[in-house]
């Protein structure tokens, strides 16, 4: 029996973790999925159990790689950021693997932004937001001053992604698109550990930077499978964008978050927007992407079930809503147009919670009201990293992507520019076998893994 050469990848998020099997041509010809149970730390704050994550790794990775049916090329990781796994010299962890939206101590914060310069010139410097323990490079300064015994025990700490990779490798590493993702680590005017790093002493307990599609050879029975070093998944996410399309582009990747990404966008980020919720996030091949976030998948799906109590739907009812370009020229212009020009609440929430459900006939005319008002604010986010740049092309990726109202919206908002549906499978999965991708097809051409819909300007937004 021949058997199929294949990639596997390990994609963790909080939630989920997914194990996928790609195929030459990337299609997706095995995936499983598990949740694990959370644990407490020391202080009763849940977090990921890290020896149960790393069994199920070792314990899929051995499964698939004694498989008879697949020949398993090559391994990589795509996980969530702001997470360290702290291993000591014998490899085992540490600490617990600290929940990023654990409350960062206020006086030990004070402390630190008092000592290297103040809160604004170490956010621009290192294009990292004020966020407590979502500066994951914070969550060391926190442990070398509250918990010494515990980091002088500290051999290397690992981001998420790079301590999956090393539970199959046994190598050390450090990864740009973990380092740059609002870590507070990374100088990016320098393109090196920010200065405050060394001066406490931290960067010795980082392993040596690896280019993010460098590989570690490992023995499988008779032959070696290629070990990658993992990626931070919203980096990953973006590799098939890169790697398919050359002429400048912003990427929209929507869900709980909607997060606008220009690749095309270097320019250093402004207290403004800083303040507006931008950052910084390193490419796999080490240049700034400028991305600016908002809540907005949150909101939508807080606002859909109060429009489903007060209409007497089902939740998900809004699947049904058309576009309708005449309940758009209706809609309330004065408090939309009040809503885009208080830009800093644009970041939170739109006006819709505040508006009286009894103001509004029908459903539609209410779901119409309110993807307007998330579009006054997604319009002001994305601004925020479009402006002076030269792309001509919004993609939108994840659930927004498949709403018709909100995309005809997006697309009147930004009439000069083309506005695009893209839809592929597991991106943050398909990223992360991208990367590996001249090792594993010798530079063969990728073949055309994303579909587009393109939505024209066909109406205008009431201003």
Request: some cysteine.
């Amino acid at each position: 029996m021949i058997k199929q050469n294949v990639i596997a990848i390990f994609d963790v998020g909080k939630t989920n973790k997914k194990l996928f099997l790609f195929d030459e041509q990337y299609n997706i010809v095995h995936e499983e999925s598990t949740k694990l149970d959370e644990i407490n730390d020391e202080d009763g704050f849940e977090c990921e159990d890290v020896q149960t994550l790393t069994n199920w790794i070792r314990e899929k990775f051995i499964e698939v790689s004694s498989n008879n049916k697949y020949n398993i090329r090559a391994v990589n990781f795509s996980g969530y950021g702001a997470s360290f796994v702290h291993v000591d010299k014998n490899g085992n962890p540490v600490t617990p693997l600290y929940n990023y939206l654990k409350p960062y101590p206020e006086k030990l914060q004070q402390q630190f932004y008092t000592t290297y310069g103040g809160e604004s010139l170490i956010a621009r410097q290192t294009a990292s937001p004020v966020l407590g323990n979502l500066n994951s490079g914070m969550q060391l300064y926190w442990l070398k001053h509250t918990k010494p015994d515990a980091f002088k025990a500290i051999k290397h700490s690992l981001h998420l992604p790079q301590y999956l990779s090393y539970t199959i490798s046994s190598t050390p590493t450090s990864d740009l698109t973990s380092i740059g993702c609002h870590t507070q680590l990374w100088h990016f005017q320098k393109n090196k550990y920010h200065q405050w790093v060394c001066k406490e002493g931290i960067d010795i307990k980082f392993p040596a930077i690896f280019k993010s599609n460098a590989v570690i050879k490992i023995a499988s029975g008779s032959s070696n499978i290629a070990v990658g070093i993992g990626l931070h998944d919203s980096s990953a996410a973006l590799i098939p964008y890169l790697k398919l399309f050359k002429e400048p582009f912003v990427l929209i990747s929507t869900g709980t978050w909607c997060i606008s990404l220009n690749p095309f966008n270097a320019s250093i980020l402004t207290d403004y927007e800083l303040h507006n919720d931008c950052l910084c996030y390193l490419t796999y091949e080490g240049k700034p992407v400028k991305a600016s976030r908002l809540f907005a998948g949150y909101e939508h799906e807080q606002q859909v079930k109060r429009l489903a109590q007060h209409f007497n739907t089902a939740e998900d009812y809004y699947k049904t809503v058309l576009f309708d370009k005449n309940l758009i020229q209706n809609l309330d212009r004065k408090i939309v147009a009040k809503t885009i020009s208080n830009q800093s609440a644009m970041v939170h929430q739109s006006v819709f919670e505040s508006r009286p459900l009894q103001d509004f006939k029908t459903y539609e005319e209410a779901y119409h009201q309110l993807i307007s008002d998330i579009i006054a604010q997604q319009v002001f986010s994305t601004k925020l990293v479009l402006t002076n740049t030269p792309v001509k092309q919004i993609f939108v990726d994840g659930g927004f992507g498949n709403n018709h109202v909100y995309m005809n919206l997006l697309a009147a908002a930004f009439p000069d520019i083309k506005v695009f549906a893209a839809s592929m499978p597991q991106a943050s999965a398909l990223g992360a076998a991208l990367a590996l991708h001249n090792y594993m097809h010798d530079n063969s051409p990728i073949p055309d893994l994303i579909q587009l819909k393109y939505f024209p300007a066909e109406t205008t937004l009431p201003v």
